[in-house]
């Protein structure tokens, strides 16, 4: 008698929009979230994702250098490349590197404005560090944060995204994975058998939660005072971009990624309702548990 095979379910979509109260749903059914099985391994909990991010600290910590590796210093997952560029990255150019590509969190890259913490909201939106930036400097928990976990130079990435996809594809147990950078570089990890869901929000909503988020100065020409950059968060030196390039972006790429690819379209507006609830169980092959959509506390919660 064979046994069903195990789902590997990867979540796509731009910051903001859902995903984390997606994977919290998918979890309830005892789908695992980390590749390994470890709460310490995640993203803890604040006043943006009160009940977590859901995210692997150390698959998305390698998805920020797959980024910087194959596009450039200047992209992130705030600052995403056109679907030209990303087309073109399947892979690494011998030019773009030439004297190697090495990147940490260290004195030589933390840029933190002088003035940041005493004015810290007109630089995120709020009262205290939701950048991060401060926790990278000397002793403190994000220093060397690459390195710590053996991704800081081109060689080591590589590895570790080999050792990720295979370890995706041989785990005995149903996984869900999510990182609004995951459209930006999947392809690029060359995964089989995983199937796909692609959560959209409202983009008006996604944009407001982006600039709460990554600080007012998102989406706009307004930069950090002296520098090119509107925003800073987590070290990620964010040039200007309109809203429509980004989102038009993100579409456009994570489309392309769903080429051939099983997967499932779910609007978060209709998934805070409870609306075709049954569509996503059926995807994932299992029972979710509904109690933990609360739908008056979304709607009044600053953030979802």
């Known amino acids: 008698m064979c046994s069903m095979p195990y789902v590997k379910i990867l979540i796509l979509s731009p910051p903001r929009s859902g995903s984390s109260l997606l994977t919290r749903l998918i979890a309830s059914s005892s789908y695992r979230y980390n590749l390994v099985d470890n709460d310490n391994n995640a993203f803890g909990a604040h006043e943006f994702n009160k009940q977590g991010y859901f995210e ?17 210093m200047e992209y992130s997952f705030l600052f995403p490349p056109s679907l030209k560029q990303f087309l073109q990255v399947t892979t690494l150019r011998k030019d773009k590197y030439p004297n190697g590509f090495s990147y940490d969190v260290d004195e030589n890259t933390v840029f933190i404005p002088t003035d940041f913490e005493k004015h ?24 060397r944060c690459y390195s710590k976990h053996g991704i800081a130079t081109k060689d080591r990435i590589i590895e570790a ?18 990182d609004p950078r995951l459209s930006l570089v999947m392809p690029l990890y060359q995964f089989s058998n995983i199937k796909i869901i692609w959560i959209q929000r409202n983009p008006d909503d996604v944009r407001k939660s982006m600039q709460r988020h990554y600080g007012p100065r998102m989406f706009t020409t307004k930069c950090i005072p002296g520098t090119p950059y509107v925003s800073n968060h987590f070290n990620h030196k964010v040039g200007p971009m309109d809203f429509q390039t980004y989102y038009k972006r993100y579409h456009q790429i994570t489309r392309y990624c769903l080429k051939d690819i099983e997967h499932l379209v779910v609007r978060f507006e209709e998934l805070i309702k409870l609306q075709h609830i049954n569509k996503l169980e059926d995807f994932i092959g299992a029972k979710i548990d509904k109690t933990i959509i609360d739908p008056l506390s979304i709607t009044h919660s600053p953030e979802p």
Request: charged share 25%; aromatic share 16%.
């Open 161 to 178: 995204m080999r050792r990720v996809a295979d370890s995706v594809e041989k785990a005995e147990y149903n996984l869900v994975l999510k």
């Open 120 to 143: 810290i909201k007109s630089y995120t939106g709020t009262t205290w560090d939701v950048w991060g930036i401060t926790r990278m400097i000397n002793g403190e928990k994000w220093e």
């Open 56 to 72: 692997d600290v150390f698959f998305t910590l390698l998805n920020d250098q797959l980024i910087r590796l194959y596009y450039g």
